[in-house]
Nanobody, 127 residues
Framework: QVQLVESGGGLVQAGGSLRLSCAAS????????MGWFRQTPGKERELVAA????????YQTNSVKGRFAISRDNAKNTVYLQMNSLKPEDTAVYYC????????????????????WGQGIQVTVSS
């Protein structure tokens, strides 16, 4: 199990940028694939982006392609979500999530199976 703490959210005008960070506890961060999800009231939680253990494989949902970028620094136990050209529809609570894949598992960016979650952080984009 890994503990996750998000930071970097807030209020920004449309067209602006924010960078979310997610700090993970533990010494085995490099064995976890990581993902960023978001949720708005009344809607299901949506996977925004995912990154493999090494950072070599990425996934992004279509609505954020070209605007958001996920990255990780395994030396700092941190995953990031750089969000550019923000739109009001990006307003949501953003969650960091981890999925343990182990040393011998493929280096993929999974779209499901996440078991550990952060507490969430609000991102609000004003028009």
């Amino acid at each position: 199990q890994v503990q996750l703490v998000e930071s970097g959210g807030g209020l920004v005008q449309a067209g602006g940028s924010l960078r979310l960070s997610c700090a993970a506890s533990g010494r085995t961060f490099s064995r976890y694939a990581m993902g960023w999800f978001r949720q708005t009231p009344g809607k299901e939680r949506e996977l925004v982006a995912a990154i493999s253990k090494s950072g070599g494989s990425l996934y992004q949902t279509n609505s954020v392609k070209g605007r958001f970028a996920i990255s990780r620094d395994n030396a700092k136990n941190t995953v990031y979500l750089q969000m550019n050209s923000l739109k009001p529809e990006d307003t949501a609570v953003y969650y960091c999530a981890a999925r343990y894949l182990g040393v011998f598992q493929p280096d993929v960016a999974p779209t499901d199976g996440y078991n550990d979650w952060g507490q969430g952080i609000q991102v609000t984009v004003s028009s």
